[in-house]
């Protein structure tokens, strides 16, 4: 395999990571968020300072990482307990651009000039890179995938899924609104978290601007895509979103009008994603298997 | 008399100067059906939404087997045995019928920090929640999607989930506005035999003939004030009862 289509396939993989917690929020607790770039910056952030200034490793960065993007995810979750719906994303937004500022203007974080000199990862001493940090990284995927697995299964899954379809009559079951919706949001963004912690060792230099708003959207954007509250969804959304650039790569400036006609079009044709309920694939999964019995 | 299962002492709620419950007294005792009945706008609803804990009350007490709830939070109370539906039916329409009542099964998991993380398709659940939705006569429909059933479906699903919470006491918000002859009947049976496994109901209802045939007592609100409380016969025939729905006489017509 080139490098290059290795280099595209392990952002695929980071992506869908970070997408998959966002799907937790989004899809699986119906909190919608449009400031997720901003958990997977304070992971990426964190995992680079912990690597150039502590010179920790990364594995055993690694726990820190996924505690403080999580206890960050809990702090910002806070404004999904007053506000709904638009106001929420509106409120998300805005976390967005105050991550972003911070990571700016404040010169700790490295400031305009980011952070540079991120060492690889190394695995029983030998140094990650190509190849070798595709597999990590899918190895992390199928993690996450697996997590978000259990979590549809377990009864906090469950009680997520009440307080998105109906927060008042989930809260007349004893579903206390308030710990899983911070629930979903520390799950969420710990996983944000993950992948920003493997995004900052993969570029080995991170600035503000990776982490912008537009960000925010494509992960949305990935998730809406490819299904909101399906298992696979934000998976396939990643796979999409991030290869149909690649392959027309003339049409490369129009990236964000491409993904929001995608994301219209979706809106319009497609409201429950690629994979979801009435989703294109799973009908036409559907109307096979219903032919094929007797 | 034995002990009230639930006490309301001069509850009240506000909301501005309008005063939604203004000081009513009621007792619930243990295994009855209490009907409570009141011209639209007579704070029914609010009284429920005190009791189940969506808003805290402007002044007065809730207390269930003597111990003061009023103040706490919706989840709480639900987790003390008070299973509750709404006059709009709030299913989770994306879920199952059978998910519906499961999402119920888990008021003993929902406290715990570990249990939550434990599956919730197990077989025990699932036969749990089976055995509620045959008692409400859904269990043909446990597979359909929540969101594709009628309104009298949804009723039954809605008793079925708070029956499930309703371990001590059921509120049933107008459970039969909006049905037709023959599902009245049949949730009619329904609740007896609810009432005949030792729950005690509280129930709004606004279809007088369902209420005074169903209820052991009823208790009747106007603009908030409870205007009367006894045997249905006997609140039938009050006059000031006849006179909150009907007008009062020698006022013509307009009333």
């Known amino acids: 395999m080139s490098a290059y289509v290795i280099t595209i396939a392990t952002l695929i993989a980071i992506y869908a990571i970070v997408a998959c917690g966002l799907n937790i929020i989004v899809g699986y607790a119906g909190q919608i968020s449009l400031g997720h770039a901003a958990f997977f910056g304070i992971g990426a952030y964190t995992a680079a300072l912990f690597a150039t200034k502590a010179e920790l490793s990364f594995w055993y960065a690694l726990p820190c990482v996924l505690i403080i993007s999580g206890l960050v995810g809990l702090l910002l979750g806070l404004p999904s307990l007053r506000v709904r719906h638009d106001f929420l994303a509106i409120t998300t937004i805005g976390i967005n651009f105050i991550v972003e500022a911070m990571f700016l203007y404040i010169p700790f974080f490295g400031g305009a000039l980011g952070i540079g000199g991120i060492p690889r990862i190394t695995l029983f001493g030998l140094p990650l890179k190509g190849i070798g940090f595709f597999w990590l990284c899918t190895g992390f995927l199928s993690l996450s995938v697996a997590a978000c697995w259990w979590f549809t299964r377990c009864w906090a899954g469950l009680a997520c899924f009440a307080l998105r379809e109906e927060e008042e009559a989930a809260a007349g079951l004893g579903i206390s609104p308030v710990r899983f919706k911070l629930l979903a949001f520390v799950a969420g963004t710990a996983m944000a978290g993950l992948g920003g912690a493997l995004y900052a060792h993969y570029m080995r230099f991170i600035s503000a601007t990776d982490f912008s708003f537009p960000v925010s959207i494509t992960l949305l954007s990935m998730v809406v895509v490819g299904g909101m509250g399906t298992l696979w969804g934000p998976v396939l959304g990643t796979l999409i979103l991030s290869a149909l650039p690649e392959l027309f790569r003339p049409l490369v400036d129009y990236r964000i009008l491409f993904t929001t006609t995608l994301l219209l079009l979706m809106i319009r044709f497609q409201p429950g994603g690629l994979l979801g309920e009435t989703g294109f694939i799973r009908s036409r999964v559907a109307v096979r298997s219903r032919r094929g019995r007797p | ?255």
């Open chain 2, 1 to 255: 008399m034995t002990e009230a299962l639930l006490k309301l002492e001069g509850l009240s709620k506000h909301f501005g100067g309008l005063k939604a419950v203004d000081g009513v007294n009621l007792q619930v005792r243990p295994g009855e059906i209490l009907g409570l009945l009141g011209p639209n706008g007579a704070g029914k609803t609010v009284c429920f939404n005190l009791i189940s804990g969506v808003y805290p009350p402007t002044a007065g007490q809730v207390r269930l087997s003597g111990r003061r709830i009023d103040g706490f939070t919706p989840h709480r109370i639900a987790q003390m045995g008070i299973g509750r539906t709404f006059q709009i039916v709030k299913p989770f329409a994306s879920l199952t019928v059978l998910e519906n009542v499961l999402a119920a099964c888990g008021i003993t998991r929902y406290p715990s920090l570990t249990r939550i993380w434990t599956p919730w398709r197990s077989k025990m659940d699932r036969e749990m929640a089976m055995a509620v939705l045959e008692r409400v006569g859904l269990a043909d429909l446990a597979h359909r999607k929540a969101g594709l059933l009628p309104l009298g479906n949804l009723r039954r699903l809605e008793i079925a989930r708070a029956l499930v919470v309703g371990q001590k006491l059921l509120l049933l918000d107008e459970s039969f506005s909006g049905l037709r002859h023959e599902e009245i009947q049949r949730l009619e049976s329904v609740i007896r035999r609810i009432r005949e496994d030792g729950i005690t109901v509280l129930l709004i209802e606004h279809n007088m003939r369902v209420a005074m045939g169903l209820s052991d007592r009823v208790a009747v609100l106007d603009h908030g004030r409870k205007i009367a409380e006894g045997p249905p016969e006997a609140v039938q025939n009050n006059d000031e009862v006849i006179e909150a729905y009907l007008g009062r006489k020698g006022r013509g017509h307009a009333a």
